[in-house]
């Protein structure tokens, strides 16, 4: 029994050394060409109503209850959300910086399943007759992340996810939707 424990213990502490070696903060990426100029999916970003259009999280929970304060959109534009399905979680975010047509800023604050503050960056940048739009976050990994970050690929899933968004963004921009 003894045996069985130690072993479990060394475990649990080789997975912590591991854990506690990886990067403390991290940075995901994903970006798609959008045809038309930067102003569309600018404004699209830039407006957390319209969100509901493209965002990959948006329809995971039609229960999910969401509040919107502040300015429509731009600097100060705030949204917040509460899914108890489980699914979504809830959190909130506000737009930190907008520079029209360029970049948009958001804090990104996650309050369940779990806590973390991040910042989501969309920058917007012309691609021949198109736009290059470039969706990424970044914040700090605490031990508990790291753990996680061992078991599953956080950087696959969250870019998944960015991936869809950045698809549906660019049919609504495009008048595909």
């Known amino acids: 029994m003894f045996i069985g424990l130690g072993i479990f213990v060394a475990l649990i502490a080789i997975v912590v050394v591991i854990a506690s070696r990886q990067p403390d903060t991290f940075r995901y990426t994903r970006a798609i060409r959008i045809e038309g100029p930067a102003e569309g999916p600018f404004n699209q970003v830039n407006n957390f109503h319209a969100w509901e259009g493209w965002s990959p999280w948006g329809k995971l929970?039609?229960?999910?209850?969401?509040?919107?304060?502040?300015?429509?959109?731009?600097?100060?534009?705030?949204?917040?959300?509460?899914?108890?399905?489980?699914?979504?979680?809830?959190?909130?975010?506000?737009?930190?910086?907008?520079?029209?047509?360029?970049?948009?800023?958001?804090?990104?604050?996650?309050?369940?399943?779990?806590?973390?503050?991040?910042?989501?960056?969309?920058?917007?940048?012309?691609?021949?007759?198109?736009?290059?739009?470039?969706?990424?976050?970044e914040g700090k990994r605490p031990l508990m992340i790291k753990i996680m970050g061992l078991l599953m690929n956080m950087e696959a899933m969250i870019g998944k996810d960015f991936e869809k968004g950045l698809a549906a963004l660019k049919a609504q921009v495009e008048g595909k939707a």
């Open 61 to 137: 929970d039609p229960a999910m209850t969401t509040t919107y304060t502040g300015p429509e959109s731009g600097v100060g534009a705030r949204y917040a959300w509460d899914s108890k399905s489980g699914k979504v979680g809830s959190g909130n975010m506000h737009i930190r910086t907008a520079t029209a047509p360029r970049l948009v800023e958001v804090d990104l604050v996650f309050l369940r399943p779990f806590k973390a503050n991040n910042l989501a960056i969309f920058t917007f940048e012309p691609a021949g007759t198109g736009t290059q739009v470039t969706w990424s976050m």
